[in-house]
């Protein structure tokens, strides 16, 4: 049997790490090619002002999550699941001062 030295034992196990960590970047970025990563962007300074905000996701259960998000200058709460969506309550006024941090 061949004898391996700690030397070669650490730059081989170096190498099969470094792979396995671009495999797991490459499917990442196929993932978010292929659409299948959501795609939300948050407003950066010197952008134009987007009409559309997704202010807050929290997950109720496995299935269903609870989604903040403004248009213009309302809110709509909306519940997403698996089989339905459901529009929990609308035409919330945003405040200002809260929700822009840009001014």
Do not use: W
Not at 52 to 65: F, G, N, Q, S
């Amino acid at each position: 049997m061949e004898e391996y030295s700690l030397g070669a034992t650490i730059i081989q196990f170096s190498i099969a790490l470094a792979f396995v960590i671009a495999l797991l970047f490459l499917c990442a970025y196929l993932a978010k090619r292929l659409g299948f990563i959501a795609r939300v962007t948050v407003n950066e300074d010197g952008e134009r002002k987007k009409r559309l905000d997704i202010l807050e996701i929290m997950p109720v259960d496995a299935k269903r999550r609870l989604v903040l998000i403004r248009r213009d200058q309302t809110e709509h709460l909306i519940m997403l699941g698996a089989e339905r969506d459901i529009v929990i309550e609308q035409n919330i006024k945003s405040d200002n001062k809260n929700n822009n941090m840009q001014t």
